[in-house]
């Protein structure tokens, strides 16, 4: 059974609700690996966020603006990006255009294909 999303203390995690993405970035360039597994980040501008090497599974992005994040060397699966801007993004290769479209338009988690 998948958790529901979850509000998180994580220094980084609220620099991202803040909308301070250059000293999230910057922080995680200096070595700080954020915990985001399960987080809420609906609503969220995360454009700009170095994704690369991040555990975003199950993670909830309904109406999250994601536009032209690479998330192609993050594991966003279980993920939920409903309702959300996505132009530009780079995908993990382990999902199909479909299986991003479900999600997108109804919210389905996103299951790696195997």
């Known amino acids: 059974m998948l958790k529901r999303p979850e509000e998180n203390k994580d220094t980084l995690y609220l620099f991202l609700r803040?909308?301070?993405m250059k000293e999230f970035n910057a922080n995680k360039v200096g070595g700080k690996v954020p915990n985001l597994r399960d987080t809420d980040m609906r609503g969220l501008d995360l454009r700009g966020m170095d994704a690369s090497g991040l555990d975003m599974s199950n993670c909830y992005f309904r109406q999250?603006?994601?536009?032209?994040?690479?998330?192609?060397?993050?594991?966003?699966?279980?993920?939920?990006?409903?309702?959300?801007?996505?132009?530009?993004?780079l995908f993990p290769k382990e999902l199909t255009a479909e299986e991003i479209t479900m999600s997108l338009l109804h919210g389905t988690r996103l299951r790696y294909s195997k």
Not at 67 to 85: L, V
Request: with cysteine; charged share 30%.
């Open 64 to 89: 999250a603006d994601l536009r032209g994040i690479d998330f192609s060397q993050t594991k966003i699966e279980g993920a939920s990006i409903n309702g959300a801007k996505i132009s530009g993004c």
């Open 18 to 20: 803040e909308g301070k």
